[in-house]
């Protein structure tokens, strides 16, 4: 680790205020913020002239896929694309192979993570019908994923006793996919004819009813039980609608992702095909238009990838065979400082979206934030910076983006893990790696919606 790290003449971005000042690290964290800082020769100095700092983006929601998927994705390859799309640090999902479902699986992940991960990292363990101990055992985790309708992987729990069992026991935060595995199925039989059907009939298949009868139902349990329930990738202005009615001060958060804010369809499907399928799907404009206004609401309170990377080759193939699911990981904060430059958010909308709430809602402890005394996870953009994106010239190991062809303006060009650079204009800095995230029950414990 780098002992001291001087960051001169950049413009610093918090949730406040944007203001020009110097920045120092030592040891890891945050020392000083001045107007100037006497640079000395045991310092490594970054000119930030004409540069934008913020606080390292938190993604909350990742499929890195290993174990068990490691030639779509690894630890490695993962975070090497986290970092240079700006993300210090991520939390990933437990669909592996094995599923991630007991405290000695999650040790091993964890061990994993920390011999291969460049950047930051917590894990969320999956619930099943009949795990609820290691639920309630294991330690420092981001919380308890549960599907509530099928999607990629083994990790189904639609059965309203299990689901119940689930929320009355313990106290982690629930992060749930929310979809009713019933309307898929019944709709699935209503839309689908055979393996050359039209992809725009996957949101038709995984309709808005489907991820609004589950939010609902998870919604009520969380009433009932008082527990922290975190809505995944919401979809519909449905939702969005239903969530803003809420009571005041729940205990309920939601989150968003880029491609459903920026994607549209049918037009989408009819320009990317498969590569255009996720879950839950991508919708007609007016859920976008939804979902935006939730957003700068503070109905959704954050920004997530659910960075999900299938080869070419398997998405390649016909509807009904091609797994759901595109990367995003490394084009998030590109893509939303691009809507900055369009006028649809601000540089402390999207500290606030990607950093600070992602801390805040999973009580992720000195990170989020550019503040003295908190870890230096740190991403210097340059807001003027013009680049398309590009299959093939990509990190994640599937090397392919729906968002091919596109020029975005404003891009990451050093990326700041804990003091140490591990991204800087356009290659990976090798030797460092990250840590395991320090969760406090009691921050998680104490959010209430805004």
Not at 122 to 141: C, H, M, P, S
Not at 213 to 221: G, P
Not at 252 to 271: D, F, M, R, T, W
Not at 369 to 393: P, R, S, W
Request: charged content about 20%; proline content about 5%.
């Amino acid at each position: 680790m780098n002992n001291a790290l001087l960051i001169k003449n950049g413009t610093i971005v918090t949730t406040e205020k944007i203001f020009k000042a110097d920045l120092l690290s030592k040891n890891g964290i945050i020392e000083m913020i001045e107007e100037t800082i006497a640079a000395k020769p045991e310092y490594e100095i970054i000119d930030a002239s004409g540069l934008h700092v913020m606080a390292g983006v938190i993604d909350p929601q990742v499929h890195f896929r290993e174990p068990g998927h490691e030639w779509k994705e690894d630890l490695f390859s993962g975070s090497r694309a986290a970092a240079s799309g700006g993300v210090t640090t991520f939390l990933d999902m437990p669909n592996n192979k094995p599923s991630i479902t007991t405290v000695e699986l999650m040790s091993m992940k964890k061990k994993l993570a920390s011999e291969k991960s460049i950047v930051n990292y917590n894990f969320f363990i999956g619930a099943t019908k009949d795990n609820l101990e290691a639920l309630n055992r294991v330690e420092n985790v981001a919380g308890i994923k549960i599907f509530m309708g099928s999607s990629t992987g083994d990790l189904l729990v639609n059965n309203p006793d299990d689901l119940l069992k689930i929320f009355e026991t313990g106290n982690k935060l629930i992060a749930v996919h929310s979809e009713d595995d019933d309307i898929i199925k019944s709709n699935y039989e209503k839309y689908f004819v055979d393996e050359s059907s039209d992809f725009s009939i996957h949101s038709q298949i995984r309709s808005p009813e489907a991820a609004m009868k589950t939010t609902q139902l998870a919604c009520r349990l969380s009433f009932k039980f008082k527990r922290r329930l975190h809505i995944l990738h919401v979809s519909t202005e449905n939702e969005v609608n239903f969530l803003k009615c809420l009571p005041p001060n729940t205990v309920i958060s939601a989150e968003v992702c880029p491609q459903h804010l920026l994607l549209n369809g049918p037009e989408v499907y009819e320009k990317l095909g498969s590569l255009a399928q996720m879950n839950p799907p991508l919708r007609e404009r007016h859920h976008s238009i939804g979902l935006w206004k939730g957003l700068k609401e503070g109905t959704i309170q954050c920004i997530a990838t659910d960075h999900a990377p299938h080869t070419m080759a398997e998405k390649s193939q016909l509807y009904g065979k091609a797994p759901s699911g595109m990367p995003g990981v490394e084009t998030s904060l590109p893509l939303m400082l691009n809507e900055v430059r369009k006028g649809n958010a601000s540089l402390n909308d999207i500290t606030k979206w990607m950093s600070e709430a992602p801390a805040r809602l999973y009580g992720i402890v000195n990170r989020g934030k550019i503040e003295i005394g908190y870890n230096a996870d740190l991403v210097i953009v340059d807001l003027k910076l013009e680049k398309t994106v590009q299959n093939g010239a990509l990190m994640t190991k599937v090397n392919w983006s729906p968002y091919h062809g596109q020029t975005l303006t404003g891009w990451p060009v050093t990326t700041i893990v804990n003091g140490n650079i591990v991204f800087n204009k356009g290659k990976i800095i090798e030797g460092n790696l990250g840590q395991e995230v320090n969760i406090d029950p009691e921050l998680v414990l104490r959010f209430k919606s805004l």
